[in-house]
């Protein structure tokens, strides 16, 4: 069985590849397993705060389960640019599980220096070395072409794309399932689908932009119901890696989500005039720093000239539908469009 190398958030995700590892994102195991909410519940069982992050506990449950992590071999935490929960969680896993444990901060500043330095010392913890990463990466640019062609679909021939296929298509390749090559066949499989769907196009649907972490709700099928389908999911666009750069430490200081919200949300900008969207849905996560974001946002678009419906959604924990109160909320959102 390949060892496994698993992680709070989007690392270069071709140093854990370049050393023989399997990657695998603690966020998609947690989020798509058969009762997230139960995961929440062992974390709070075994001392986490009823008021920390619902993501947090959901990893610790993940790698505290002899369920998950028989496999895993290496865990790896973002601080610096993620989490400062992260910090903890990574002492709190080294003394329970026994697991290897790595820290990789993004630099404070993007600063294309210390980037090389951090994707350096990432390698040697793992057992390869830089030239070995950069070959990685020219390797996996013909797949995230691929990406960019499904996320780009999307907008161009609206409903072609659910919402929600663009999310888990984008979303995944923060580690690729596991296995770069198997997941590219199946984006293949599904850009010859989309030759088909084209035709089919709906341009009287509402264009949405889903900024903000992934959700931890089924929001993108609930807008797909009601005649309305996110054609920009921004987070999980950073975690593909869409937009070519000359080496890899370029590509990792110009990916939005571990810098400033001013950086990320500028960045945002050119994309949501691109694809001339009809309104805008925040999602903010309970108890983290990022919802003030939603402050920065807010004046960012106004900077830029751009009057268009934005709605801020709170979540705490993992469900399978949109609770009453909160669907009451989108419908009249799209009601405004």
């Known amino acids: ?30 989020v798509s397993s058969e009762n997230p909410l139960s995961l929440v519940e062992k974390a709070e069982f075994s001392g986490f705060a009823g ?22 071999e290496v865990f790896i935490a973002v601080t610096e640019g993620d989490c400062s929960n992260a910090k903890v ?39 390869t070395d830089y030239k070995t990463c ?3 990466w020219e ?8 990406l960019k062609i499904i996320d780009e679909t ?34 293949d499989d599904f850009i010859r689908e989309l030759e088909h769907r084209k035709q089919f196009a709906d341009h009287s649907r509402k264009k949405i932009g889903y900024l903000g972490v992934p959700p931890i709700v089924p929001i993108h099928s609930f807008l797909e119901a009601r005649s309305a389908t996110v054609v920009y999911n921004e987070i999980q666009r950073e975690f593909a890696m869409l937009d070519e750069y000359p080496t890899i430490e370029e590509q990792y200081i110009n990916y939005t989500y571990p810098y400033s919200a001013a950086f990320r949300f500028e960045k945002a900008v050119r994309e949501i005039k691109k694809r001339d969207l009809d309104g805008i ?21 106004k900077n830029n000239g751009l009057d268009i419906p934005l709605l ?9 539908k949109i609770d009453a109160r909160v669907a009451t909320r989108i419908e009249a959102f799209l009601e405004t469009i």
Not at 15 to 23: D, N, T
Not at 53 to 72: E, M, Q, R, T
Not at 154 to 183: A, I, K, Q, W
Request: net charge neutral; with cysteine; proline share 4%.
């Open 154 to 187: 999307s907008y161009l021939y609206p409903g072609s794309v659910t919402g929600e296929e663009n999310h888990l298509f984008l979303v995944s390749s923060s580690d690729f399932c596991g296995d770069p090559v198997e997941y590219e066949q199946k984006a």
């Open 139 to 146: 390797d996996l640019k013909n797949l995230r072409k691929k």
């Open 51 to 72: 008021s920390s992050c619902a993501w947090i506990k959901g990893l610790y449950s993940v790698l505290a389960s002899p369920a998950f992590n028989k496999d895993f």
């Open 89 to 127: 969680l990574e002492q709190i896993v080294a003394m329970e599980t026994g697991i290897r444990t790595f820290i990789f901060n993004f630099p404070y500043q993007r600063d294309i220096t210390k980037m090389r330095s951090e994707i350096e010392r990432f390698a040697a913890f793992m057992g």
């Open 1 to 30: 069985m390949q060892k496994i190398a698993s992680f709070t958030t989007t690392v270069p995700v071709e140093v854990i590849l370049a050393s023989g590892y399997r990657p695998l994102d603690l966020n998609n195991i947690f």
């Open 281 to 301: 849905i925040h999602y903010v996560q309970s108890f983290c720093h990022r919802q003030l974001e939603d402050i920065i946002l807010r004046q960012i678009l």
């Open 134 to 136: 950069a070959k990685v």
């Open 312 to 320: 801020t959604l709170e979540f705490d924990k993992p469900a399978n």
